[in-house]
T-cell receptor, first 115, second 116 residues
Framework: GAGVSQSPSNKVTEKGKDVELRCDPI?????LYWYRQSLGQGLEFLIY????????KSGLPSDRFSAERTGGSVSTLTIQRTQQEDSAVYLC?????????????FGPGTRLTVL | AQSVTQLGSHVSVSEGALVLLRCNYS??????LFWYVQYPNQGLQLLLK??????LVKGINGFEAEFKKSETSFHLTKPSAHMSDAAEYFC??????????????FGRGTQLTVWP
């Protein structure tokens, strides 16, 4: 597709379960970002990929959160042993090369609800 | 450190009225500034960005913003509001140093309501 896609669009899970969120960036974009949007915290940076490497993981809130990117394309954000405070919309964005002036193109997000 | 403050979590205007959404930033290095719009159940879409080429930046849908270094501001304006402008607007600053070039720091957002 022409834009960033994310799946699933909605995910409801029970506390303690693991979840995987997927992001398909724009083809050819080397930079990929994950953000989290919640009522209490607004939009927060989670992790940045340049190619398959993640030089900045400083936004991941705990060691229950991890992410990987393969083939310089698809990225998966995994949350283990989900907690209710993990409920949020998880947004993925990609940009051409990750330059400071690059436009980041956002996907529609995955709404995660932890019961 | 970088931060963004958006004054007013909610702004209401009548259709045809001026839209003014305020954004102030704090940055220890030269900032690059962005305005994004988010419609319900959608991702963020870029409205415009300041990259030091010109202080008055024009974006899509008739929006523009002026970078004022002395005031550390980047307010978003539109001369005449349209019903379709109703959405949430986010101001963001991008870091220019460090390991994560392009990482965005967002304000808390301003919900714009347009009355007929």
């Amino acid at each position: 597709g022409a834009g960033v896609s994310q799946s699933p669009s909605n995910k409801v899970t029970e506390k303690g379960k693991d979840v995987e969120l997927r992001c398909d960036p724009i083809s050819g974009h080397t930079a990929l970002y994950w953000y989290r949007q919640s009522l209490g915290q607004g939009l927060e940076f989670l992790i940045y990929f340049q190619g398959n490497s993640a030089p900045d993981k400083s936004g991941l809130p705990s060691d229950r959160f991890s992410a990987e990117r393969t083939g310089g394309s698809v990225s998966t954000l995994t949350i283990q042993r989900t907690q209710q405070e993990d409920s949020a919309v998880y947004l993925c964005a990609s940009s051409a090369v990750g330059a400071i002036t690059d436009t980041q193109y956002f996907g529609p997000g995955t709404r995660l609800t932890v019961l | 450190a970088q931060s963004v403050t958006q004054l007013g979590s909610h702004v209401s205007v009548s259709e045809g009225a001026l839209v003014l959404l305020r954004c102030n930033y704090s940055s220890s290095v030269p900032p690059y500034l962005f305005w994004y719009v988010q419609y319900p159940n959608q991702g963020l879409q870029l409205l415009l960005k300041y990259t030091s080429a010109a202080t008055l930046v024009k974006g899509i849908n008739g929006f523009e913003a002026e970078f004022k270094k002395s005031e550390t501001s980047f307010h978003l304006t539109k001369p005449s509001a349209h019903m379709s402008d109703a959405a949430e607007y986010f101001c963001a600053v991008s870091v220019s140093r460090g390991s994560t070039l392009g990482r965005l720091y967002f304000g808390r957002g301003t919900q714009l309501t347009v009355w007929p």
